[in-house]
């Protein structure tokens, strides 16, 4: 059964960083764009950043710019979310997702303000950040 895990969230103070990692299995990983997402209480689904299935190139939303990096290791079937800098508007739970590359035309279609729920082939569970004092 294809599958992603999401791990690594938790309680930070303004300002702090943290690292979150997504585990997948029963899936060619190295074939997939993975993408890391948020939703926040009240708010719809929005894309946070995505990475090619290689690793070469990326997309990462305006609001986390310069904050936050997305990673891969295809060896471990793992791809990681550095966050820094972390403001209470980050405070959402965090999903990562893939899709297969044949299936995405950009990294911007995958994560970007039109991207489709439907659009991914695994969903992870979620992890939650809570970014307060």
């Known amino acids: 059964q294809s599958q992603l895990v999401e791990s690594g969230g938790g309680l930070v103070q303004p300002g702090g960083s943290l690292r979150l990692s997504c585990t997948a299995s029963?899936?060619?990983?190295?074939?997939?764009?993975i993408g890391w997402f948020r939703q926040a209480p009240e708010k719809e689904r929005e894309g946070v950043s995505c990475?090619?299935?290689?690793?070469?190139?990326?997309y990462s939303a305006d609001f986390v710019k310069g904050r936050f990096t997305i990673s891969r290791d295809n060896a471990k079937n793992m791809v990681y979310l550095e966050m820094n800098n972390l403001e209470p508007e980050d405070t959402a739970v965090y999903y990562c997702?893939?899709?297969?590359?044949?299936?995405?035309?950009?990294?911007?279609?995958?994560?970007?303000?039109?991207?489709?729920?439907?659009?991914?082939?695994?969903w992870g569970a979620g992890t939650l950040v809570t970014v307060s004092s």
């Open positions: 997702a893939a899709a297969h590359r044949f299936r995405i035309s950009t990294l911007q279609a995958m994560c970007g303000g039109e991207f489709e729920l439907t659009g991914m082939d695994v």
């Open positions: 990475i090619s299935h290689s690793g070469g190139s990326s």
């Open positions: 029963g899936f060619t990983f190295a074939y997939y764009n």
